[in-house]
């Protein structure tokens, strides 16, 4: 029986900056409609590791295949429609802040005229509804909102055209516990009403055992442990056990100058 | 310690700049041309550019026009060439002061925003996702800039031609007691509409400069707040550099025969 391709693959994805090597042979299958997080400590290449998918870095090196289709060296126009399936959360929101609300959730389907203004901003509403914010909420301008609320609108704009595959950039970083708690569950409501792919990377261990299927961790540009979210206890994993944990002693060093 | 090393590293630096900013100039005017075209940003910016603009080349226009006319007056009286006034000041109006003037405001005004709020989206990922939203960056804010910038500037100078005019016909009627009539013939029977036609030009140009560097400088901030700043003042500096550079060839080009 043939094995379904996965809806992403990395294979051996190499990124560094100069002279500091982020990625060293990253390797990283996430399935149709499987929720998979990331986790790892500050700096350890998990945002870098979306943006090559999604094109906003060049990896140097490796394979990743959305669906299939090559986007290690693509073209800009094989990004593009790679970049369709897409929908991003990103860390600060990165709302457009000289658009109202609902041109920012609708912005999209607008720019590759999918839709005309009418229609996106009804389109906007429903999504505003979908993440618990009122029809009035979309005629505010970004700096209007909570943390909180920028947060709810930004992760409207990821589902406004339906993605296929969505990715969360610590979703909960900067947010109260409640608020953060309010985000796990509209991201796990979303990804399934929208039947989504979902890839998330987080430090947050409250957010990553809520909303994932499995876990991966990344360390020295690698993924060293990964498998079901039930089983991260007893991974085995010295490394894995610091991080969870939160211990400061262990395998895990952090670069402290004295 | 080798002192050559530093000097060429330096220059080194400096080609490498050079490269990265004609790269971005060639790959900003490829997407001028191809679609799509988001017209309503380009009328937002020729608005932003064209319109309130107006006041601070006014403003300037109008007091270089009547210190022109005055520093030319106690210059002048030397050879009692007064009456050459009305015409230092039209083609000095037109031809230099009003482009020149008229870019370097607009630079400081137009060029820090473009790069202050570029920079601004830079930092806090907003140019990532409009990449994640299918939208070329390239396309939807420096395009529409670029645009807006070259077009709207030959405009703007035109306007601080008038005003320039007659700033010196102000101060020359009403405080040196030259006749207005014999002062406004002048003025108009030595203006050619080559001297017009080159100001326009150099408008242009100095506005595609103006919207390139602050789109250049914020496009590629980064370092948070300080690299924002950082941008704005490269931005502006830049332009600035380039305006007067450009001017002397430009004006190598129309009236070196």
């Known amino acids: 029986m043939n094995e379904k391709q996965p809806k992403i693959r990395m294979r051996g994805v190499k990124k560094s900056f100069g002279a500091k090597v982020v990625l060293d042979g990253f390797d990283l299958d996430v399935a149709e409609g499987e929720s998979v997080v990331v986790i790892g400590g500050s700096g350890s290449g998990k945002s870098v590791s979306i943006k090559c998918v999604l094109g906003l870095l060049k990896a140097d090196g490796g394979s990743i295949q959305v669906d299939g289709v090559e986007v290690v060296g693509a073209k800009a126009e094989t990004h593009e429609q790679v970049n369709r399936k897409f929908g991003m959360l990103f860390q600060g929101a990165a709302l457009f802040d000289s658009l109202p609300v609902w041109e920012n959730v609708s912005f999209g389907l607008l720019a590759q005229k999918r839709v005309d203004r009418k229609e996106g901003r009804e389109i906007a509403t429903a999504k505003l509804a979908q993440v618990g914010l009122a029809p009035e909420v979309g005629d505010l301008r970004p700096a209007e909102l909570s943390g909180g609320m920028q947060k709810r609108v930004a992760l409207a704009r990821a589902i406004a055209a339906d993605p296929e595959i969505i990715f969360f950039d610590e979703p909960t970083t900067g947010l109260d516990p409640i608020m953060a708690d309010v985000i796990n569950d509209l991201i796990i409501k979303i990804t399934r009403e929208v039947g989504a792919t979902a890839l998330s990377i987080t430090h947050d261990m409250v957010s990553a055992r809520k909303i994932a299927n499995r876990i991966a961790m990344l360390y020295d540009g690698r993924i060293i442990w990964a498998g079901p979210t039930a089983d991260i206890d007893t991974s085995g994993n010295a490394y894995v056990d610091q991080f969870i944990h939160g211990r400061a002693e262990g395998p895990i060093k952090m670069a402290i100058r004295k | ?257």
């Open chain 2, 1 to 257: 310690m080798n002192v050559l090393q530093p000097i060429g590293r330096v220059f080194l630096a400096f080609l490498a700049t050079v490269g990265r900013i004609s790269i971005f100039t060639l790959d900003g005017i490829s997407h001028c041309f191809r679609p799509p075209f988001y017209f309503r940003i380009i009328g937002r910016q020729m608005v932003e550019i064209g319109y309130y603009s107006l006041p601070v080349v006014g403003l300037t226009a109008i007091f270089a026009g009547m210190v022109l006319a005055l520093q030319s007056y106690t210059g002048f009286a030397r050879f009692s060439a007064e009456g050459a006034i009305a015409n230092v000041v039209v083609l000095s109006i037109t031809r230099e002061l009003g482009p020149v003037l008229a870019g370097l405001m607009v630079a400081g005004r137009i060029g820090a925003a473009m790069a202050a709020e570029l920079g601004t989206m830079r930092v806090t990922e907003q140019i990532d996702a409009l990449t994640t939203l299918s939208t070329n960056p390239m396309k939807y804010l420096v395009a529409p800039r670029l645009i807006a910038g070259f077009t709207m500037m030959p405009f703007l100078v035109l306007v601080a031609d008038v005003i320039g005019v007659f700033g010196g016909y102000i101060v020359s009627v009403y405080k040196l007691g030259f006749n207005p009539s014999i002062y406004l013939q002048n003025t108009w029977d030595f203006l050619e509409a080559h001297d017009v036609i080159s100001g326009l030009v150099k408008a242009s140009v100095f506005g595609f400069i103006v919207t390139l560097m602050g789109c250049y400088h914020g496009y590629n901030s980064k370092g948070g707040a300080e690299g924002v700043g950082a941008a704005t003042t490269n931005a502006v500096v830049s332009a600035s550099i380039l305006i007067l550079s450009f001017d002397y060839i430009l004006t190598e080009i129309f009236f070196a025969n």
